[in-house]
């Protein structure tokens, strides 16, 4: 059972706009920045936000990230075959004093 | 060019050790935050340990505490994570990562080296 608590799979259609949530606490999520991490089998996570809401260089502004209290969402528009990967949020947690990780969320780009 | 390129991998015997180590270029090692992700077959991510730059602030994962111990050498550019006791929910692709600053995200990662406990 993962701290941060994620849907665990998606579906969309190309060209739609979806959002992922990522549900903590206050000692996560709530007093900690947020990012968030496409996975694709085989390959090394990539950084999508960090700091919440900010994106790395080369990430196009199809992705987005906010953060409201204890509960952060990852938003990802104009929906394409590419995007279907799992997806992770991940924070600091003050009271366990280390990083967690969201269980992942499986998007399916139909 | 930043890299991150894991070594140490292996299949290793129940109870038994292991080290991994983490090799980085591109970037002034001594200025970053590291640490190690793992992902167990048909698992998510799960943080292992973090180090802050000078190598204190050591952290560690319930699961792992007292039996792995991260380490840094910031001479050779190089993390190290010592493996010991290793059990059958070790088995996983461990990822050494760099975090971009305190606590905001983990910008660059290796490819990853799996490790295999099993008898």
């Known amino acids: 059972q993962s701290v941060l608590t994620q849907p665990p799979s998606l579906s969309a259609a190309p060209g739609q706009r979806v959002t992922i949530s990522c549900s903590g606490s206050?000692?996560?999520?709530?007093?900690?920045?947020v990012s968030w991490y496409q996975h694709l089998p085989g390959t090394a996570p990539k950084l999508l936000i960090y700091?919440?809401?900010k994106r790395p260089s080369g990430i196009p502004d199809r992705f987005s990230g906010s953060k409201s209290g204890t509960s952060a969402t990852l938003g990802i528009s104009g929906l394409q075959t590419g995007d279907e990967a799992d997806y992770y949020c991940?924070?600091?947690?003050?009271?366990?004093?280390?990083?967690?990780f969201g269980g992942g969320t499986k998007l399916t780009v139909l | 060019e930043v890299q991150l390129v894991e070594s140490g991998g292996g299949l290793v015997k129940p109870g038994g050790p292991l080290r991994l180590s983490c090799a980085a270029s591109?970037?002034?090692?001594?200025?970053?935050?590291m640490n190690w992700v793992r992902q167990a077959p048909g698992k998510g991510l799960e943080w292992v340990s973090s180090?802050?730059?000078?190598?204190?602030?050591?952290f560690y994962a319930d699961s792992v505490k007292g039996r792995f111990t991260l380490a840094r050498d910031n001479a050779k550019n190089s993390l190290y994570l010592q493996m010991n006791g290793l059990r059958a929910e070790d088995t996983a692709i461990y990822y050494c990562?760099?975090?971009?600053?305190?606590?905001?995200?983990?910008?660059?990662w290796g490819q990853g080296i799996l490790v295999t406990v099993s008898s």
């Open positions: 990562a760099r975090e971009i600053a305190a606590a905001a995200g983990l910008d660059y």
């Open positions: 591109g970037f002034t090692f001594s200025s970053y935050s």
């Open positions: 180090i802050g730059s000078s190598g204190g602030s050591i």
């Open positions: 206050s000692p996560n999520i709530g007093n900690n920045y």
């Open positions: 700091e919440n809401n």
């Open positions: 991940t924070t600091w947690d003050s009271l366990n004093v280390g990083r967690v």
